[in-house]
Nanobody, 128 residues
Framework: QVQLVESGGGLVLAGGSLRLSCAVSGLAFSSCAMGWFRQAPGKEREFVAAISRSGGGNTAYTDSVKGRFTISRDNAKHTVHLQMNSLKPEDTAVYSC????????????????????WGQGTQVTVSS
């Protein structure tokens, strides 16, 4: 059974930091490209960050989070992280991680339809 379980969300003041984690089971994690997406009330799901199965410099970010958010992965622990710094009220949303088995080690995806498995999400609220 495939499971993606997010943690680390919460309430934080603007300018603060949070670190989200997504623990994956039931999948060959080291063969998965991973992504983080968010959805605010009344808005569509939005791409946040993605990382290839090999990690390293094979990452992508939406423009609004570049320089503030960092995606990383620990293949030994089957976990992907999203370090979020300098948070803004507009970052408030439910954040979900997603996984996709891939062949090419450098591939990553920004389109949510390219992912097969999703977590339930964790709420991030940034107050001004």
């Amino acid at each position: 059974q495939v499971q993606l379980v997010e943690s680390g969300g919460g309430l934080v003041l603007a300018g603060g930091s949070l670190r989200l984690s997504c623990a994956v089971s039931g999948l060959a994690f080291s063969s998965c490209a991973m992504g983080w997406f968010r959805q605010a009330p009344g808005k569509e799901r939005e791409f946040v960050a993605a990382i290839s199965r090999s990690g390293g410099g094979n990452t992508a970010y939406t423009d609004s989070v570049k320089g503030r958010f960092t995606i990383s992965r620990d293949n030994a622990k089957h976990t992907v992280h999203l370090q979020m710094n300098s948070l803004k009220p507009e970052d408030t949303a439910v954040y979900s991680c997603a996984a996709r088995l891939v062949y090419f080690s450098s591939a990553y995806y920004t389109d949510p339809t390219q992912y097969n498995d999703w977590g339930q999400g964790t709420q991030v609220t940034v107050s001004s």
